[in-house]
Structure formats: C-alpha cells, structure tokens
C-alpha cells in the first residue's frame, strides 16, 4: 500500500489536478509520468514532499526551464 499525502491529487506548484494514477486509485504504471521525461531532482524545488506529484504542465515548464538554464523565481 503507497501512502500519498492529504493533497495527492493537487499538483504542489500550481494547486492543479495533477492527474496522479496512484491518487486516483489506479495502477501506477497507467500514470501520465510513466511517459515524461523529468529535470534533475536538483531543479525541483526543495519545498515539493517527495511523494507530491507535480502536475504536466509544471513538468513541463521545469524541463524546459533547466534546458536553458533557466531558475524558477516561485
């Protein structure tokens, strides 16, 4: 049993439904994020729980941040 925090199905970026498998009671191999490509956990921001996922589009924003070596001002 993987136990998920208060807020699983909220991405912590943006307060978005990050569309999480394993918040919704699915399998964890049916999640969008087993298809995405992420940034270093060095680029995410430190105050993330490490079981919170992030929703697509901050996945997004963050890979296409560390591509130009860009850093977040959240």
């Not at 498998?21 to 699915?26: F, G, P, T």
């Not at 995405?36 to 079981?51: L, M, T, Y």
């Amino acid at each position: 049993m993987v136990l998920m925090h208060p807020n699983a199905s909220l991405c912590p970026l943006c307060q978005q439904p990050n569309d999480c498998a394993l918040a919704a009671r699915r399998e964890g191999d049916t999640c969008w994020c087993h298809h995405q490509e992420f940034v270093p956990k060095a680029k995410i921001p430190q105050a993330i729980a490490p079981d919170s996922c992030i929703c697509q589009a901050c996945a997004e924003a963050l890979r296409k941040e560390a591509e130009q070596g860009m850093k977040r001002l959240d």
